[in-house]
Structure formats: C-alpha cells, structure tokens
C-alpha cells in the first residue's frame, strides 16, 4: 500500500519561500497512471488543490496560486517537492501531499498533513 | 475553474439518524464528483468516487447518488464514528475544487 509522508520547515517568514517535499513508499511516482499532488487547508478552513506533477513530468497548478509554485521531482529518492515563493500569512496552512488517481487526478492516498505557520 | 457549492455548512444530528449532504456543481460534470470525510488532525479520505462508487471498506450506510450538476451523499444511519466533516470534489477538469465542507456533528 502507498504511504506518502511530508517534511519541511514548519515555521517561514514573510516573503521567503515555502519548501515541503513528500516521501512517497510502497510505490514508485514514475509509474502508473498517477498525478502526485499538493492540497492545503487553512486553519479551520476547507481543502484548496494547488496542482500536482503527473507519472509523465507534466505539472499544473491551480491559476490562482500558479505564478508562485513550482512542484517538482527527484525520482532517484522517490519524492515530490512544492515550492511556493514569497509567502504571506494567507499561505498559513496544512499542506497534504497526495496520489491522484488517472485520468480525474483525484486524491486516493494522503499523507498525514505538515502545518506550515507564516510568521516573522 | 468548476465552482462547487455544499451545504448545509454544518448539521445536529443523533445516533441512528439518516443524514444527507448536498453538492452542486457550476457546470455539467457528469459523475466526475467524490466525497471525503474528514476526522479532526487526520487527512480526509475518500469515501465515494465517480458519485456513487463506494470506496472498498467503506461502510455500505454510506451512498453517494447525482450526476451532471446535482450531487448527494446520504447517511442511511448515523454512527459514532461518523461525526466527521464531509467534503465534495469535482474531478471533471483541473483545478480540482472542492465544497466547502459540511461538518456532522452529535446533537
């Protein structure tokens, strides 16, 4: 069974950049029809998809945060990375990696979730 | 990007009720559409897929019905370990939406 486990600073100041990478294990992200991807939820709030990167090396990412993230892959360590550059508050949140499944992309397996805190 | 629109946003409910949950879509998305439930600290986990396609495991009380733009998940009978927060996803085009949850809580 796949098991997908964030890791990443929990603390970043305003305007620097935001860096999480997911470990994914019982499962390689370059096979399969599998979009590995990045979900957030602000504290107390709902879930927001901020886009992923296919099985193939083909990202997409969500319009309203697209000039700010980048998600990419080191497929020799079997992880996926978010890169979210000149955060604010607003970018407080628990950010969950996740396998989407072919073709919708929908998220089946999660990780547990990091809480990244926006502070100075 | 597909709007999602779930309510109630919130519901009272007891032990052995039935409950459903609503979810419309802006467009026409066929039975593009899925449901989570979330437990507070835990990531959500998928519960229904292609509307009505219960995920294996998953208590057969659970019944997810809709298609095109009207969406529902029903509760037949409430248990315990169901008071949770309930959340819809589009899976029609990218980027994927979700509602805005609907949290079942003990009355």
């Known amino acids: 069974q796949v098991q997908l486990q964030e890791s990443g600073p929990g603390l970043v100041k305003p305007s620097q950049t935001l860096s999480l990478t997911c470990t994914v294990s019982?499962?390689?992200?370059?096979?399969?029809?599998?979009?590995w991807s990045w979900i957030r939820q602000h504290p107390g709030k709902g879930l927001e998809w901020i886009g992923y990167?296919?099985?193939?090396?083909?990202?997409f990412y969500t319009p309203s945060l697209k000039s700010r993230v980048t998600i990419s892959r080191d497929t020799s360590q079997n992880q996926f990375s978010l890169k979210l550059t000149s955060v604010t508050v607003a970018d407080t949140a628990v950010y969950y990696c996740?396998?989407?499944?072919?073709?919708?992309?929908?998220?089946?397996?999660w990780g547990q979730g990091t809480l990244v805190a926006v502070s100075s | 990007d597909i709007q999602v629109t779930q309510s109630p946003s919130s519901l009272s409910a007891s032990v052995g009720d039935r409950v459903t949950i609503t979810c419309r879509a802006s467009q026409s998305i066929g039975t593009y559409f899925n449901w989570y439930q979330q437990k507070p600290g835990k990531a959500p986990n998928l519960l229904i897929s292609?509307?009505?396609t219960l995920q294996s495991g998953v208590p057969s009380r659970f019944r997810g019905s809709g298609s095109g733009t009207d969406f529902s998940l029903t509760i037949s009978s409430l248990q315990p370990e169901d008071f949770a927060t309930y959340y819809c996803l589009q899976s029609y085009s990218t980027p994927l939406t979700f509602g805005g949850g609907t949290k079942v809580e003990i009355k």
């Open positions: 990167i296919h099985y193939s090396g083909n990202t």
């Open positions: 019982g499962g390689s992200i370059t096979s399969g029809d599998y979009y």
């Open positions: 996740a396998r989407g499944l072919g073709p919708e992309a929908k998220p089946d397996y």
């Open positions: 292609a509307a009505s």
